[in-house]
């Protein structure tokens, strides 16, 4: 037999199939299509990584399957080439990045090629490739022309010590990434593009894709619809007591508008700067306003920072609602950009407005009780067929004189655990009446009234000692005993329940109906609750459902139900040299105007050396032969737009490209995008599932719009990997030198291995820390099949082998099996299931051709060079990858034979192989006359045999 040379073998299949170009996609096919993206890769000078290698194996496998299956498939690659590491790597060394960009995209070239992938190489595209970037030109032209390119003043992240604007990701905790220096907002034009003008379409058509769920989520909590109300509210001038002007709020919560005790401004809200005049305390605003402008919004949003505001003494708003006078404070936690930028405060109800309240000493008004209701098939589910009594009652929270316990009542065989509790009488004072049921349930005398405790929490259950359903509506209050001077109680009481003492740290678990664990929680810390329930304290809307009086009590104050959305439009320039040029110009008379369609592109200049600038503009603009221009429109002096575009420019739209990358009259012919789009499936990375897969379908959906492109989505499937980290589960970083080096491993043990490793590692959805040592078993693996060569054998042979049937039956389980799994990106299980597979293969003592064929055809997409090899050395002339895809017959999966368990005195002893349909008495007799079974009767007679069918023959001695 010949030795397993993974070199040569690798070597002589790359070459071949590159000569034959099995790959290479056509549109001009009659078959039906697919097509397989994966995230083109970021050309960095560290050369491929093991990652990449984890997401484009997966995708290969399913493209080779698909191409086994009868498709025609096209499986692409290119390069996303502009980027941030290439500038400034660039800078450093004083070269242009377009020649390490070359560079580097050899070294990926040459990588990917030497792990065997079935990518069709004559598409390679490159985002920085001027015949590219012509057409990302164009499209931002398209979107200038229909108004969704736009120029806004913005905020830049800049660096005062390096002088120079940072993109997001070049600021780390607010400092510059490369000199700490912490950075500073400065404004400047931006481009933008209009993205939130499709914000809906964005989110609804997420339903008509096939994305896993948390891609959906993740989009849709990016894009933040929102409904909810603007609600105008009158604010005046506390001393002439008249109107000055209104404020609108949004809120998502417009039923707790009852409980809205004062107003929040935006310090940035523009009724602040218009109105200071009228304000008594105008310098501490002023400062406070000052100190916001220095915050990311992060810092402001972040919930576990603590918020500060400032009141805008000397005026104060009118709560539609119920004409109350409320206080307006500005406060940083309320961002400018969002809904109206300002809300109405309500601290019961939202978490960071009762913190504030707390902090500042504001009203709190309770407008929603949490209800809870007994819960379905207990003991206290409401019962429909009885009668319901309304009843308020109380909670006592009776704390021990001196020790840490609290002094409850268990009610016997009702079986509830609970605080002190009293009805309230109409007209009766709360707390004289929890004195009084304090008093006669327990016999303590003297008792001292401490707090109320959060707002009402309404219950509803069966009363089976009054055989009425009850809604109970409920405060707690807090009391301490004096003294522990007693009386005896009263026997009707001591019927019901007895008081008993329960230490603090055991309350938690003695209370056991859910609205006395909320008054406990809320006792030991108040929060505002959030959550649903009946609308109290509220006027005419009491009582109505929450979803109702959303919009009843919007209307009755002259409000208006929105949606609104968080996600912003888009900014779409960098100052930077190493990206596409912005194809634009600045004409002193004409103003902005676009570089006409014919003279696109507009290229980079070609320079040795470039700098950034040092007043924040992009490195282009100091390069005069290249910013000086003549107007298309007038001919006269003009400027070009020194704004390149982001990174995310190219990669919005590739993927049409790649239909038809050659194309130099459109960015892709119609009928070659009508035959290959949509995407069919397209994995990629969790970190790309928000922007660029948003910022992509943004780009796509515009296109569809104008008529561009067939479908209104871009992508129809896509999935996620998990990360590959290094040995010890981090980050594999140059830093700390624990970069895993592709090509030595493809050197030592071979593509087909490291594929096959990659793939076993472990579940394909989740991060996963390399492991050098495996990748033995996966080459072990690969010399197995490799071996089992010797053991083929004619067909003839191998029919009388007893051993053939069962390896029949898991030949067609492992085929049902590894094409199932493929499916469902379960690559490490469709492995192992073809390592019990080689293993039975390798107990029999022959193999025949058809059998070891198929187990190289399903192997084929993990390993695609050896198992080639091996097909041509059992004798096919063609590539195992254009085969039909095997099938398997389901009648077949189950075997016909079962192995059953002999168990005597209940002990297994012994087994024995049966025909599935071997009779009762048939399975007891063999039972019976097997060696062991003898040996244990020793000549008596058993007392009993029972037989469980297919399972088990039981023998009682
Ligand atoms: C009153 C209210 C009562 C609110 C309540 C919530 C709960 P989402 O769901 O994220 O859209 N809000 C509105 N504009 C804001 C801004 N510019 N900056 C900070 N917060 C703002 O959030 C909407 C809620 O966030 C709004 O509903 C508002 O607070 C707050 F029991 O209004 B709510
Ligand atoms: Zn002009």
């Known amino acids: 037999m010949s030795e397993y040379n993974h070199k040569a073998i690798e070597k002589k299949w790359q070459e071949k199939w590159e000569q034959s170009g099995i790959y290479t996609a056509t549109e001009n096919s009659k078959k039906k299509k697919f097509f397989g993206l994966i995230e083109f890769p970021y050309p960095s000078g560290d050369g491929l990584h093991v990652g990449h290698i984890r997401s484009n194996t997966a995708m290969d496998i399913i493209c080779r399957k698909r191409r086994a299956e009868g498709f025609e498939v096209l499986y692409p690659i290119g390069w996303d080439a502009f980027g941030l590491p290439t500038e400034n790597y660039a800078i450093k060394t004083g070269r242009n990045p377009n020649e390490v960009t070359l560079e580097n995209t050899d070294t990926f070239r040459r990588q990917l090629k030497a792990l065997g992938f079935s990518f069709d190489w004559s598409r390679e595209v490159d985002t920085t490739d001027p015949a590219y970037y012509k057409w990302t030109q164009w499209l931002f032209l398209q979107f200038y022309k229909h108004g969704l390119a736009y120029k806004k003043k913005m905020a830049i992240n800049w660096c005062p010590k390096d002088l120079i604007g940072l993109a997001n990701e070049e600021v780390v905790d607010g400092c510059c990434e490369r000199c700490g220096t912490k950075v500073e907002k400065r404004e400047k034009e931006q481009w933008m593009l209009a993205i939130t003008k499709y914000a809906d379409r964005l989110d609804k058509d997420l339903d008509t894709v096939d994305f896993l769920e948390r891609i959906k989520i993740q989009q849709r909590n990016w894009i933040g619809r929102s409904e909810g109300a603007q609600i105008r509210f009158m604010i005046h001038d506390s001393r002439i007591m008249n109107e000055i002007g209104e404020v609108e709020i949004f809120t998502t919560r417009p039923d707790t508008l009852f409980g809205a005790t004062y107003l929040v401004l935006a310090p940035e809200h523009s009724f602040v700067t218009n109105n200071l005049k009228l304000t008594t305390n105008k310098e ?10 220095d ?21 104060y708003a009118i709560n539609p609602a119920n004409n109350e006078k409320i206080p307006v404070w500005i406060a940083d936690y309320v961002l400018p950009q969002y809904g109206t930028g300002a809300i109405m405060a309500v601290p019961a109800h939202d978490d960071r407005d009762f913190e504030f309240a707390k902090k500042y000493n504001l009203a709190i008004r309770h407008v929603i009780a949490p209800l ?26 009776v704390k021990h004189w001196k020790d840490d316990s609290y002094l409850c009542l268990d009610w016997g065989k009702l079986g509830w655990h609970s605080f002190v509790i009293g009805g309230v009488e109409a007209g009766e004072d709360v707390i004289e009446a929890a004195t009084r049921e304090i008093k006669e349930e327990t016999g303590y005398q003297h008792i001292k009234f401490v707090r109320k405790v959060g707002g009402e929490t309404h219950a509803s259950f069966y009363a089976h000692h009054k055989e009425v359903n009850r809604y109970s509506i409920s405060e707690a209050y807090h009391f301490e005993l004096i003294d522990g001077e007693k009386i005896e109680v009263a026997e ?10 329960v230490a603090e740290k055991d309350m938690a678990t003695f209370l056991n109906l859910s609205n006395l664990n909320y008054v406990w929680e ?53 100052q930077r040299y190493w990206g596409e040029p912005i194809p634009m110009v600045h004409c002193e008379k004409c103003g902005i105007v676009p570089v006409p369609e014919k003279d696109l592109p507009v290229t980079l200049p070609e320079v040795k050396n470039y700098k950034p600038t040092e007043t924040g503009e992009s490195p282009l603009a100091s390069i005069s032969e290249w910013v000086n221009t003549t107007c298309p429109k007038c001919n006269g002096k003009a400027k070009r737009e020194t704004d390149t575009m982001p990174n ?19 960015f892709a012919d119609a009928d070659k995008l009508r035959y290959w789009t949509p995407v069919d499936w397209y994995n990629g990375g969790m970190e790309h599932t928000t922007l660029h897969l948003l910022y992509s379908r943004f780009w796509h959906k515009f296109l569809y719009d104008l008529k561009l492109v067939p479908t209104s989505e871009p992508y129809q499937k896509r999935t996620s990997h998990g990360l590959i980290l290094a040995k010890g589960g981090v980050k594999m970083s140059k830093s700390i030198g624990n970069v895993v080096n592709p090509d030595s491993i493809v050197e030592t043990v071979g593509a087909d291995t490291l594929r096959i490793y990659e793939m076993f590692m472990g579940p394909f959805d989740q991060a996963i820390a390399w492991d050098t040592d495996s990748i033995a078993g996966s080459r072990r693996f690969v010399e197995r099949v490799w071996k089992l060569r010797d053991k083929l054998s004619d067909n003839r042979t191998q029919t009388t082998d007893p051993k053939a049937k069962e390896i029949k039956i898991l030949l067609h389980k492992t085929t049902k099996k590894v094409g199932e799994d493929i499916e469902a990106m379960k690559f490490n299980t469709a492995i192992s299931a073809m390592m019990i597979f080689v293993s039975e293969l390798e107990k029999t003592e022959s193999i025949s051709k058809a059998t070891y064929g198929t187990l190289l ?16 050395m059992i004798g096919h002339a063609d590539s195992i990858h254009l085969e039909p895809w095997p099938t398997y017959d389901p009648k077949k999966l189950v075997s016909d034979t079962v192995t059953i368990a002999v168990q005597i005195n209940g002990k297994m002893r012994t087994t024995f192989v049966a025909n599935r349909s071997i009779s009762e008495d048939d399975a007891k ?4 006359a097997l060696p062991e079974s003898i040996k244990w009767l020793d000549g008596k007679e058993p007392k009993k045999v029972i037989y469980i069918v297919g399972k088990i023959v039981s023998i009682v001695i």
């Open 295 to 315: 915050k990311t919004e992060e810092d402001r949003t972040e919930v576990s920072k603590n918020k500060t505001g400032v009141e805008l003494k000397g005026i």
């Open 925 to 928: 007799k063999t039972a019976l």
């Open 522 to 574: 809320q006792f030991k810390k108040e929060t505002a609750y959030t959550g649903a329930g009946t609308i109290i304290n509220s006027g005419a809307f009491n009582d109505i459902p929450i979803d109702e009086a959303k919009k009843m009590i919007t209307e009755s104050v002259g409000g208006k139900m929105v949606t609104t959305y968080k996600l912003r439009d888009w900014v779409f320039s960098r």
């Open 648 to 666: 995310w420019a190219g990669s919005s739209w590739y993927y049409l490209r790649y239909t038809d990358p050659k194309n130099t009259t459109a």
């Open 492 to 501: 009707e009481e001591t019927k019901k329940h007895t008081a008993v003492w």
């Open 857 to 872: 055809q399903l192997l084929a997409p993990f390993a695609p060079h050896f198992t080639e090899e091996l097909w041509e």
């Open 372 to 397: 809870f209701p007994a819960l379905k098939d207990s003991r206290d589910e409401v019962r429909p067929d009885k009668p319901t009594e309304k009843r308020k009652t109380i909670y006592g929270i």
């Open 284 to 293: 501490e605003i002023l400062a406070y306003i000052k100190k916001t402008q």
